[in-house]
């Protein structure tokens, strides 16, 4: 029988205003919720990395929250989910993982992705979308051999990574968009994680979930894998209530997010109605008809070992219904699919 799901959960930063101030408030609420998480006892929290005013919860700079974040918790995994890795320098990525590691003690878990919820961005860096996958393969290569301290110049005597990132490599996930994606993370010994709606549950991420898995039965079968699927959660009274109470704020929006999911390869949302999408993307309702999505999503049923709750559709970031959804993931969706906390309440 496998162990239970670990449960986590992720969270828009957005905010309309330009105001430095009111972006620090967001921030600090943002603190808040996580400290309330782990004294609920969630697993994780996975921080998004979001460039630019032109994207859903811009958030630019995921590593310096997370070390703010550790100050406030004691147990909670501090994940990203993810970081976009052609923006990045492999080797100063591999550093501040590295300080961002020992500050946090050994918390952080960066999840690694080619930028697809950026495609708008790449101009701002010097580069075109089309070049992603190909600058993702190059410097994922070089962050994993940077955090397994080879010489990063000069032959065998060159320099090395300070501090140690080797228990970061131990803790990096890959956000996979294809079959090979997937096996050269389990290959790698990288953890799996598969996003909201990029694209099906059923035809586009089980198949690399088992992929993985494969993969990783080849390259490690004495070591235990690490697969998160992330779902947007609408939780309510029922259905129709998280049917009325979130229209006002998807239907306006759905559209865009139907090409960004086509631009991605799931041409499937468009032309839905919030109905239609509620249905076929989200888990929404009762806790109860929660845990029955949960247990039959052909993503998770295919080996998951983490599910996260994406509880963000909101424009504006909303500190007390964030906070009871992480409330309610913790005291009853999570009972409901079999999940106890980990550590004693607080």
Not at 26 to 39: F, G, N, P, S
Not at 64 to 92: C, K, M, Q, W
Not at 162 to 171: A, D, E, I, M, W
Not at 216 to 243: C, I, S
């Amino acid at each position: 029988m496998p162990a239970p799901l670990r449960i986590g959960f992720a969270l828009n930063f957005r905010t309309s205003s330009r105001d430095i101030d009111a972006v620090a408030r967001v921030y600090e609420e943002v603190l808040d919720t996580i400290a309330y998480a782990d004294r609920l006892g969630i697993d994780s929290v996975w921080v998004g990395q979001h460039h630019f005013d032109n994207t859903d919860g811009p958030f630019a700079s995921p590593l310096p929250f997370l070390v703010a974040a550790a100050a406030r918790t004691s147990h909670i995994t501090l994940g990203t989910g993810i970081t976009t890795v052609p923006f990045e320098d492999p080797v100063r990525l591999a550093e501040d993982a590295a300080v961002v590691d020992a500050l946090t003690h050994g918390r952080v878990h960066l999840g690694l992705g080619t930028g697809g919820a950026n495609l708008d961005g790449f101009a701002a860096f010097g580069l075109r979308p089309e070049q992603r996958h190909a600058l993702f393969g190059d410097k994922v290569a070089k962050l994993h051999a940077a955090l397994e301290g080879r010489p990063l110049s000069g032959g065998a005597d060159g320099p090395r990574l300070y501090p140690p990132g080797t228990r970061v490599r131990g803790q990096l996930w890959q956000a996979a968009t294809s079959l090979a994606g997937a096996t050269a993370a389990g290959a790698a010994g990288d953890g799996l994680q598969q996003g909201a709606f990029f694209d099906p549950a059923d035809t586009g991420q089980a198949p690399k979930v088992r992929a993985y898995l494969e993969a990783w039965q080849g390259a490690r079968p004495d070591q235990a894998p690490r697969v998160a699927v992330f779902r947007f959660v609408y939780p309510g009274r029922d259905k129709e209530t998280v049917l009325r109470e979130v229209e006002p704020v998807l239907g306006p929006r759905l559209a865009a997010l139907a090409e960004r999911a086509a631009l991605s390869g799931n041409p499937a949302l468009r032309g839905l109605s919030v109905r239609e999408y509620l249905d076929l993307v989200p888990f929404h309702g009762s806790p109860d008809d929660i845990a029955e999505r949960v247990a039959t999503d052909p993503a998770i049923a295919a080996g998951a070992t983490d599910f996260v709750a994406n509880f963000s559709y909101r424009d504006e970031f909303d500190v007390a219904n964030a906070q009871a959804r992480v409330h309610t993931l913790a005291t009853e969706i999570g009972p409901a699919i079999g999940w106890r906390p980990a550590v004693a309440l607080r």
